[in-house]
């Protein structure tokens, strides 16, 4: 006998999923509950209103994933000791979690959460922003400590970049194949983390620091 979803979180599968797909402002909480099979009064009950729905959207895939990029930085830091964590190292706290998830469940979140950027609203942009706290904290120290020699905002920069490349990974994968005529497969995720972290390791650490 096949088991009931809760009614909260089919609300935030098909929030998930329309948000993704017709953007925040897009998207009614009446189509949200037509498409959960649940009412109105659902949204208020398990969230209170459409913001904190939003949050909740993001808080589920982004605490599990935030959880995992720390630990794995513990790891890096830890197998380091006493000198600085290895750039690869670190990298691969930061990306591997991410492209896991999006590789299994997540293409429509990371399709989300780069619509969600491109939002006027700040309480949205807020809510995503806050759930990164502790790791731009903790991933930024450890990327100071194994890259001393480039300044701060350059480091920004450099990480940003890399951002823009694991979104462009996850979410256009399709793409890929087609431009290269079916020459990149990206069905192992193995070899496909060993290629961003090559470009990620590269653009971190080579050029000029400005």
Known sequence: MTQTVPTRDRLLDAAERLFAEHGLDGTSLRRITTAADANLAAVNYHFGSKLELVRAVFERRLAPMNGERLRLLDAAVA??????PDLRAVLHAFLAPALSLGRKDGREFFVLI??????????VQSAIVEQFGDVIARFGGALQAALPEVPLPELFWRVHFTIGALCHTVVNTDL?????????????????????????????SGGAAR
């Open 79 to 84: 197998a380091a000791a006493p000198a600085a």
């Open 114 to 123: 780069a619509r969600a950027h491109s939002t006027p609203h700040a309480e």
């Open 176 to 204: 890929l194949r087609l431009a290269s005529g079916g020459l990149c497969d990206d069905a192992d995720e193995t070899a496909v983390l060993a290629r961003l972290l090559d470009f990620a390791v590269a653009g971190m």
